[in-house]
């Protein structure tokens, strides 16, 4: 049995621009979508490309408060999906896919929790993958980008960002092994550039702790 909840709130006043739009093409079963957004200029989608949630037992929460916030969003393919995203300041940005645009995409059992407490943050997340559990946190700073390409049927990130004009490359590609790959970052700091790859049929861990600023690291780890 079908089961859509869609919940937008909209507080939209002649002292608050009402810019705030919400464009969601959603198709399947079991599909739960709370949208909440307060103040002008927030986006879920556009006109032009809607936010498409398409598959089984996807569970979808958006909250914007703010000015000038937008996310492009979608999601292809079957399975138990859970995408978490507030964000709480100006100008930020999130382009975020699951799966390819093909029909045999995948994007199975991924779990995404993303909050952005700041100014200008951009982030660029693409998975086409199993059992993917991703969490970002970014507060503190002006400029951050994240840029991430998760491609891998076992994979688990968590980023903590607290600064300004931090730059992520994220890959993690490849079968891994049996708990496959573990990615944990603890930026404190601002001007960082973490550039970190992990492929490859075995398990790779990479754990950072970063406290400081104008740091670089560039790590790559495989069979």
């Known amino acids: 049995m079908k089961k859509l909840a869609l919940?937008?709130?909209?507080m939209l006043s002649q002292l608050i621009a009402a810019d705030n739009k919400v464009f969601i093409?959603?198709?399947?079963?079991n599909t739960q979508i709370t949208v909440n957004q307060t103040g002008s200029g927030n986006s879920v989608g556009s006109a032009a490309q809607n936010a498409k949630f398409t598959g089984n037992t996807n569970l979808v929460t958006i909250t914007q408060v703010g000015n000038n916030n937008t996310m492009a969003f979608s999601m292809l393919g079957t399975g138990l999906n859970t995408f978490n995203y507030s964000a709480t300041g100006n100008n930020n940005s999130l382009t975020f896919a699951c799966g390819g645009t093909s029909g045999g995409a995948k994007c199975n059992?991924?779990?995404f929790n993303t909050?952005?407490?700041?100014s200008n943050n951009t982030m660029t997340v693409n998975v086409n993958a199993e059992n993917v559990v991703n969490t970002?946190?970014?507060s503190g700073?002006?400029?951050n980008n994240l840029t991430m390409d998760l491609n891998s049927s076992k994979a688990t990130n968590d980023i903590k960002n607290v600064g300004a004009t931090n730059n992520y490359t994220i890959s993690q590609n490849g079968?891994?092994?049996v708990t496959g790959h573990f990615l944990k970052i603890d930026s404190q700091g601002g001007g960082n550039t973490f550039s970190i790859t992990?492929?490859?049929?075995i398990d790779t861990t990479v754990n950072i702790l970063s406290v400081g600023s104008t740091n670089t690291f560039t790590i790559t780890t495989q069979n």
């Open 7 to 10: 919940a937008l709130t909209l």
């Open 25 to 29: 093409d959603q198709t399947g079963s």
């Open 109 to 111: 059992n991924n779990t």
């Open 115 to 118: 909050t952005i407490t700041s």
């Open 136 to 138: 970002l946190d970014f």
């Open 141 to 143: 700073g002006n400029g």
């Open 175 to 177: 079968l891994a092994g």
């Open 198 to 201: 992990q492929a490859g049929t």
